[in-house]
């Protein structure tokens, strides 16, 4: 399918969008999921035992797929764009979700 610039910059501004929330949505998901890593049985992580911290967490990572099923969406074909960080493009429609000023400055992840 063929989008007009107009479009395709929307899309991209679209995929920013969508790429900052998830951003935020995984430094939540750490914050809640650090504690619980280091609480043991008999400790507590600011005055919260595990027996607290444990629904909150599985709550909270429960809540962050599901915002992630929704949100982590090719904003052309609205396909789910897996499990790519920050991908280029689109792998089903081809496209484009980064400006390319962008794709020159990132670091390239393996
Ligand atoms: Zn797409």
């Known amino acids: 399918m ?16 969508r790429f900052r929330k998830e951003r935020a ?13 280091l609480t043991d049985d008999d400790r507590t ?3 919260l035992s ?17 915002f992630s099923f929704r949100n982590w969406r090719c904003p052309a074909c609205n396909k789910g764009l897996g499990r790519a960080f920050n991908p280029k493009r689109c792998r089903w429609c081809g496209i484009e979700l980064r400006g390319s000023r962008e794709a020159r400055a990132r670091t390239r992840v393996r």
């Open 2 to 17: 063929e989008y007009t610039d107009q479009q395709r910059a929307a899309f991209k501004d679209a995929y920013t969008k």
């Open 25 to 37: 949505m995984l430094v939540l998901l750490f914050a809640v999921m650090v504690p619980f890593a």
């Open 45 to 47: 992580v600011f005055g």
């Open 50 to 66: 595990e027996t607290v911290l444990g629904p909150i967490a599985i709550a909270a990572m429960v809540g962050g797929v599901i």
